[in-house]
């Protein structure tokens, strides 16, 4: 009989290689997936594991901005912390509310008493699914789950991209200080390893969020109360606030005063930097007509204006379709059909039912 020899894989097992936020970051987006691939509701194993996904998400991301800050921290005792015991994983870390403390009394990372509270609840979801099961309401899961993960989404936001961001600059500058001026090029600065990794942690984590942004939609209880947190703030903004290309939701806040300014989503925090990119985005995503934008009779401003808009005072059915200017926020209101439009631009907005000034 023929000796068997053993087929080689085609692809070789890849070695572990995963940094605080790479892992942290990963384990938020199975949750996600946890909570939103299953076409109907969440099932029973589905909240189990988003439960437990999330719960090391937020363990990990919060102790990742702890180690920004510096790497003793995470150490049950800092005071006994080496920095070989910390590159071998050889210690007892600190406990997750432990960190929270730290956060705030050394890092001056602001947690709110909500925040606080909602990720104290996860963990304890978390350790009584792990040691000795657990019974409760599915609802109740999803809407702890869903809070905890609103706080991420800005933590992400606000705390992680400026550290990620200064690693950036910090790797940038070493090259400096090793390379002579008339060597440093920016190829030269590109191909430095450790400059490599810090743009290869701020891109994952931008191909993270991106993906996160467009299932958010699906995941019901953090819709409703993400928008119930966000109510307070967008209640004086309605005249100027549209859906949001990337999530669909009512918080996307275009500008009004001409200065170009970078449109965000208080929902999912998507951001665009381009004006005219933004009002496209919306064009073809929310109206479903490509062509649909043009230049503003007030502020000048080219592809900025989308005809057939919406803003959220007048979302209700048989609320008026307007064109509205991303960039100024004049408000165009439609006089005889879709494609007829008045070249009088209007500011302030004015609601329904008002005399225009």
């Known amino acids: 009989m023929a000796e068997h020899t053993p087929t080689a894989r085609p692809n070789p097992r890849p070695d572990l290689n995963f940094t605080p936020v790479r892992n942290g970051m990963d384990y938020l987006a199975r949750a996600v997936d946890d909570l939103t691939e299953r076409a109907g509701a969440p099932s029973e194993s589905d909240l189990k594991y988003a439960v437990l996904h999330l719960q090391a998400a937020t363990e990990v991301l919060l102790k990742a901005r702890l180690v920004g800050e510096h790497w003793s921290l995470v150490f049950k005792n800092p005071g006994s912390a080496t920095l070989e015991d910390f590159k071998k994983g050889k210690f007892d870390s600190c406990t997750i509310e432990a960190t929270m403390d730290r956060l705030e009394n050394i890092a001056q990372v602001k947690i709110s008493a909500e925040g606080r509270s909602a990720i104290k609840v996860l963990a304890e979801d978390r350790n009584a699914l792990t040691h000795y099961g657990h019974t409760a309401n599915a609802f109740q899961v999803e809407a702890r789950a869903a809070r905890v993960l609103s706080f991420l989404l800005d933590f992400i936001t606000e705390q992680l991209y400026p550290m990620l961001h200064a690693e950036y600059n910090d790797a940038i500058n070493e090259v400096f200080v090793r390379y002579p001026t008339s060597l440093l090029t920016r190829d030269v600065q590109l191909e430095d390893p450790a400059v490599q990794a810090a743009l290869q942690q701020q891109r994952e984590v931008d191909v993270t969020m991106r993906a996160?942004?467009?299932?958010?939609?699906?995941?019901?209880?953090?819709?409703?109360?993400?928008?119930?947190?966000?109510?307070?703030?967008?209640?004086?903004?309605?005249?100027?606030?549209?859906?949001?290309?990337?999530?669909?939701?009512?918080?996307?806040?275009?500008?009004?005063?001409?200065?170009?300014?970078?449109?965000?989503?208080?929902?999912?925090?998507?951001?665009?930097?381009?004006?005219?990119?933004?009002?496209?985005?919306?064009?073809?995503?929310?109206?479903?007509?490509?062509?649909?934008?043009?230049?503003?009779?007030?502020?000048?401003?080219?592809?900025?204006?989308?005809?057939?808009?919406?803003?959220?005072?007048?979302?209700?059915?048989?609320?008026?379709?307007?064109?509205?200017?991303?960039?100024?926020?004049?408000?165009?209101p439609q006089i005889a059909t879709k494609e007829l439009w008045t070249t009088d631009p209007y500011r302030p907005h004015v609601a329904d039912g008002e005399e225009q000034p």
């Open 212 to 332: 996160l942004r467009s299932k958010l939609r699906r995941v019901d209880k953090l819709v409703e109360k993400r928008m119930q947190d966000l109510s307070g703030g967008l209640a004086s903004l309605e005249h100027r606030t549209a859906r949001c290309p990337d999530c669909l939701q009512w918080a996307f806040v275009v500008n009004d005063d001409s200065n170009w300014s970078p449109i965000k989503c208080r929902f999912c925090l998507a951001v665009y930097h381009q004006i005219h990119e933004a009002a496209i985005a919306y064009a073809r995503r929310v109206t479903g007509m490509v062509d649909k934008t043009q230049i503003c009779p007030n502020c000048g401003a080219a592809h900025t204006m989308v005809i057939g808009a919406k803003t959220a005072d007048r979302r209700r059915p048989g609320g008026v379709v307007e064109a509205i200017c991303f960039n100024c926020g004049c408000h165009v």
